[in-house]
């Protein structure tokens, strides 16, 4: 296994078209799009509220609030964004699996404290190092004031307290890295796969294999350590041109790792089982691209899947390449790693499926 | 235990009978041959025989094994070119020769291959950029790598120049030599007769003759004939005053020599006729001669490519 690794990893760097699709052209491809988009940027924030108060002022808190931010509509894509949050959630807990930073809470007691009074905090949560964070701060302060102003008992009962919470403000930049990660991983083991398992059995390269006591099963392997490789690889390149020439936030961690891993895996076991279905290298690479292209572009490789018409976010979700994107962008941007567990383990099932598939429908040799 | 030994091998593609009930043994240490048009059946055949192809009737061990059943076995101790034989594209042959043995297991000296098939001269050209010639003598290379029992070879001389494929001869002649068993097939009749112990012809699937070359000539051919130069006169003349069984295509006028007698006769015969006369040889059917008698003359069988 490994002797075939070692050369099918050398041809693999002889090719040229080999050399540039694993390597060159996702750098290309986040130098355009980021140079493109990145002045742009999605900054459309939303903001979590979460009114415990039963009592009326909470409610006309939250009105003010309300007037302020009135670019809720879906084709939005800036400005402030209110979202409730039930009385009976954790705050704390919401705002982290929505992968949000910005926040605010009116506490029980906000009416009566209000009339009596008595003083009571609302707290703002956020980002201190966020642009948007302050935005929302801001815009609180100025709510509270008003309150203070026009409070029944001319006494300034309400204060703020700020906490802050994690997750800070993201580009467009920030997207598209995990995107084309996602995107690499996607398009050299498919398109080489697709055109491998035709052309080796049109060459009889196969037969040629199925005479040494190298299995089907350690061939695809070494297939797919070698695109582990080649993902790793781009996703240094790939994170390197982003925080370097675009400044994109991106954090490291083991996380990361198990989408570069599972990726690849899912990629060669498809494009391995998709090269079955036909004889022909160019009926092969016709069903190839019926499967890559819609992939490509629905999965969030290019732009996030949230900013995406209702009816392609649907079937973006049956799409497994969003998964990998989705999780990487939990990991590597919101550092969220609860969904990205369920993304990462969604991907091995599907994967292992295919894998497993791939195996039994690929024939070394003919009966 | 013969190292091969078919029996009633069919196999049908769709509608068509590739292999039609053939039946053959091949000895340990023989060189067996494998004759026959384009699409009588030898490249099937041969593939069963390594295990690449299920049969549909009939009975086939190699070295004892039941070759779709055993491949996993069998295959460490055979080595096979496949027609037309094709490589990755990027490796050096010796490279692929390093790669190959690997699969197998095995450390292989790569010079020591690449000089058995005269591949030295390129070992270091991408397979992609190597001459016909030489993909071919890497396959035979690589057919090597594990140290084989017995040693497939379809059509192992396509497309070599003369030189080329007197140095493949002379790797056949080492196997044999080493007392392995190989199994070759070929267009070229000089081929299997410099090499093969035992030949088989194949036609439509079926074989036709079997045995040595000498065994098949003498069964199915003519025998010794006289072939002269001359016009309707000799011909007439000796048909007139003669027991002898005489042909005429043309100019040439050809006698059946049953035994000594008859050469004396017709020699005699012919001074008698006071014909012209002239270009007199003594010929006997060569094995291309049988051949084409065989599987009709153009070589190329019906329901065939
Ligand atoms: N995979 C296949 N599917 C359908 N028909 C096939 C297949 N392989 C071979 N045939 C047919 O079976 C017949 C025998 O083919 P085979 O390759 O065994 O001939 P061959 O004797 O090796 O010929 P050649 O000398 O041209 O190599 C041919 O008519 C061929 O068209
Ligand atoms: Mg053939």
């Known amino acids: ?367 | 235990m013969p190292a091969i030994e078919v029996d009633g091998l069919k196999k049908k593609y769709g509608e068509l009978q590739a292999v039609d009930g053939i039946s053959f043994s091949v000895g340990e240490g023989e060189v067996f041959s494998l004759l026959g048009p384009n699409g009588a059946g030898k490249t099937t055949t041969i593939e069963i025989l390594e295990g690449l192809r299920d049969r549909d009737e009939g009975t086939t061990q190699v070295l004892g094994m039941d070759p779709w059943k055993s491949g996993y076995e069998l295959h460490k101790k055979i080595g096979v070119i496949p027609q037309g034989f094709k490589f990755l594209d990027y490796p050096t042959p010796r490279e692929a020769i390093v790669y190959y043995g690997a699969l197998f297991g095995r450390k292989v000296d790569p010079d020591e291959l690449l000089r058995r098939v005269i591949l030295d001269d390129a070992e270091n050209i991408w397979f992609q950029n190597l001459s016909g010639g030489q993909k071919q003598k890497l396959g035979m290379a690589l057919s090597l790598v594990n140290d084989p029992e017995v040693v497939f070879l379809d059509e192992p001389t396509t497309g070599l120049d003369p030189q080329a494929r007197r140095a493949v001869w002379e790797v056949v002649r080492r196997l044999k030599g080493e007392g392995r068993t190989v199994m070759l097939t070929t267009h070229y009749l000089e081929e299997a007769e410099e090499l093969a112990d035992r030949v088989a012809i194949m036609n439509h699937g079926r074989i036709v003759a079997i045995g040595t070359t000498a065994e098949i000539e003498s069964k199915f051919g003519t025998g010794q004939r006289m072939v002269v130069k001359g016009g309707q006169g000799l011909f007439a003349y000796l048909q007139e005053n003669t027991k002898l069984d005489v042909r005429r295509d043309g100019e040439t006028v050809t006698i059946v020599l049953r035994d000594k007698e008859d050469a004396l006769v017709a020699l005699g015969s012919i001074e008698e006729s006071g014909a012209e006369w002239g270009d007199l040889t003594v010929k006997r059917d060569s094995l291309e001669d049988v051949f084409l008698k065989l599987v009709g003359e153009g070589g190329t069988a019906k329901g065939g490519e």
């Open chain 1, 1 to 367: 296994m490994t002797a075939d690794l070692k050369v099918y990893g050398r041809s693999n760097l002889r090719s040229k078209e080999g050399f540039f699709f694993t390597l060159v052209f996702p750098i290309i491809l986040i130098l355009l799009f980021g140079a493109i988009f990145s002045s742009g940027g999605i900054s459309q924030t939303k903001v979590y509220v979460q009114n415990l108060d039963v009592g009326p002022i909470g409610s006309s808190f939250v009105s003010a609030l309300n007037s302020t931010s009135n670019y809720c509509s879906s084709n939005s894509t800036s400005g402030l964004c209110l979202r409730p949050v039930p009385s009976d959630q954790n705050f704390t807990q919401f705002l982290t699996s929505n992968s949000a930073s910005d926040g605010v809470v009116i506490p029980a007691n906000f009416s009566a404290a209000y009339q009596a009074g008595d003083k009571v905090n609302v707290t703002v949560y956020g980002n201190p190092t966020s642009t948007t964070s302050a935005v929302v701060s801001g815009i609180v302060a100025v709510i509270v004031n008003g309150f203070n102003v026009h409070g029944a008992t001319g006494v300034h009962s309400v204060g703020i307290t700020s906490k802050t919470a994690v997750s800070s403000s993201y580009k467009y930049i920030d997207f598209l890295v995990p995107g084309l990660i996602g995107f690499a991983a996607l398009t050299s083991p498919m398109f080489a796969l697709v055109n491998i398992s035709s052309t080796y059995r049109r060459d009889k390269v196969f037969k040629l294999l199925s005479l040494t006591p190298l299995t089907k099963t350690e061939w695809l392997l070494a297939k797919i350590i070698w695109y582990i490789g080649t993902t790793v690889v781009s996703f240094f390149l790939m994170t390197l041109v982003g925080v370097y020439a675009f400044g994109a936030h991106i954090t490291l961690n083991w996380g990361i790792g198990m989408f570069l891993v599972l990726g690849p895996f899912f990629f060669v076991s498809l494009g391995m089982l998709v090269g079955t279905v036909s004889n022909s290298p160019e009926a092969a690479s016709v069903v190839g691209n019926l499967v890559t292209f819609p992939m490509m572009f629905l999965s969030g490789t290019f732009f996030p899947v949230a900013s995406m018409p209702k009816y392609l976010q649907t079937v973006a979700h049956v799409l497994p390449l969003y998964y990998m994107i989705e999780g990487l962008n939990d990991v590597m941007i919101y550092k969220n790693f609860g969904p990205a567990y369920f993304d990462a383990g969604l991907l091995l099932i599907i994967s292992a499926v295919v894998f497993a598939l791939a195996v039994k429908f690929f024939r070394w040799r003919e009966d």
